[in-house]
């Protein structure tokens, strides 16, 4: 891991999720709680015992509840080549402490696991009380962990989603998404496409429908942001059996709906085409992803495109 | 092929990070007009395109592509590197013009996903 306090803004930007949750995670939560302590006046040979009953590396060593120091394997190991594994404890334990605050970031213990040779630290409370123990092993367990929670609440808010339908009783139960999209706003064309393909799949609409509708719609979007007076609408209405997308606007008007509808037909300008669109393939786009295509179009009240996918059709195609 | 296996055989750049590099591409296509994309682009593609702005990331994500390959060196902006970082599109910046990337490609089993374009409705 980079130097947390050296970061530059290049680098910043790779923050993976594992680094940040190094950030938000405190010791407390990635820590082993009430961990098996020594006494004082425990022996190495009952250390020894504990130590590999318990499956664990080392242990604290406690007198009267107040931590005094750390014994690991390799104090274990020095007073067995000793020949001297009936002595107490305190003889071979660690007594230099490094401790770490139960509510320090999980990031502080990376910095002393990277920087010293401990293999675990004792977690302290404001009273400096024993509290608990961490080893790299419970931060990897921790992270972990807490990706895998990410992942249950993303998968949570789907699965909320995707039942929204059977959920909610109604004779008719529908959501609509809106958004208003600007003329030659091309740095954000697509932009509210993109959102509603991500709605429609967070409600569990199949790839492929995400995939029909997203085309469709961001067609749609792209001819509002090149062809409007003044931009306009979409309006996407999701019910159990159908989607039904609309983009309005108020002109100036398709003259001539067929000669729209011939593949490479375009009256797009040059720059727009120089940005690749105007290919004169929206509206055929849309009509090969939907079941339905409506366009009304007038000089005087502008045009609406209605593009309807239907699911139960579309479940039994694909 | 893998990401970094198509970075060396482009003799491009990886501009986005976090890609996950075991990911497998199979097919490609390769276009400039971006509806010319949508309509005939099959999903899980490689999208090779002399096309340099944030509608190649959207309609990317719109159309389930895998990669984008900027053909002829072009350097993208940085709005559209990061709404690339953002959605997770990988882009490649790549010296070779459409052809060299196309042949180069394909010498490497990568196959055409470019799919038929449905005209039945017009004729």
């Keep these: 891991m980079s130097d947390p306090g050296n970061l530059s803004d290049s680098s910043a930007k790779r923050i993976t999720r594992v680094e940040e949750l190094a950030y938000e995670l405190t010791i407390a939560e990635v820590m082993t709680r009430n961990p098996i302590t020594l006494d004082i006046n425990t022996s190495m040979r009952e250390a020894l015992d504990l130590i590999g009953k318990n499956k664990i590396s080392g242990a604290p060593v406690t007198s009267n509840g107040k931590l005094i120091g750390i014994l690991s394997t390799e104090d274990l190991i020095r007073s067995l080549r000793d020949g001297r594994i009936d002595r107490k404890v305190t003889v071979y334990m660690t007594q230099n402490l490094i401790t770490i605050h139960e509510y320090d970031q999980v990031v502080e213990a990376l910095k002393v696991f990277s920087k010293t040779k401990v293999g675990r630290l004792p977690v302290v409370d404001a009273n400096n009380k024993l509290v608990g123990i961490l080893t790299k092993g419970d931060i990897s367990n921790g992270l972990l962990n807490a990706l895998q929670r990410d992942l249950e609440a993303e998968e949570l808010i789907r699965y909320r989603a995707s039942h929204l339908f059977e959920d909610i009783v109604s004779d008719r139960t529908s959501l609509i998404l809106r958004y208003a999209i600007k003329k030659d706003d091309f740095l954000h064309g697509g932009a509210a496409s993109n959102r509603i393909k991500k709605a429609l799949l967070r409600l569990g609409a199949s790839k492929q429908i995400a995939r029909k509708c997203g085309i469709a719609v961001y067609e749609a979007e792209m001819n509002l942001i090149i062809h409007t007076n003044h931009g306009g609408f979409l309006r996407v209405e999701v019910e159990q059996n159908k989607i039904v997308m609309e983009a309005y606007d108020d002109g100036p008007g398709i003259p001539d709906i067929e000669k729209a509808m011939t593949p490479g037909f375009s009256t797009a300008s040059h720059e727009v085409r120089n940005m690749g669109f105007g290919a004169g393939m929206g509206l055929v786009n849309i009509n090969n992803c939907v079941d339905e295509m409506i366009i009304k179009s007038s000089k005087e009240v502008g045009t609406n495109v209605y593009m309807i996918i239907n699911l139960d059709k579309a479940a039994t195609q694909d | ?123």
């Design chain 2, 1 to 123: 092929m893998k990401i970094d296996e198509i970075v060396v055989l482009v003799e491009g750049k990886l501009l986005t990070h976090g890609a996950n590099n075991n990911l497998e591409v199979a097919g490609a296509f390769a276009g400039d007009l971006m509806s010319d994309v949508l309509a005939t682009i099959k999903p899980e593609a490689i999208l090779l395109t002399g096309l340099n702005n944030p509608q190649v990331i959207r309609t990317a994500l719109i159309a389930d592509i895998r990669l984008v390959i900027l053909a002829r060196g072009k350097i993208p902006s940085e709005e559209m590197i990061e709404l690339a970082n953002n959605e997770g599109m990988p882009l490649i910046s790549s010296p070779l013009g459409l052809f060299e990337l196309s042949a180069r490609l394909a010498k490497n089993n990568i196959v055409s996903f470019e799919q038929g374009f449905k005209l039945s409705r017009y004729e």
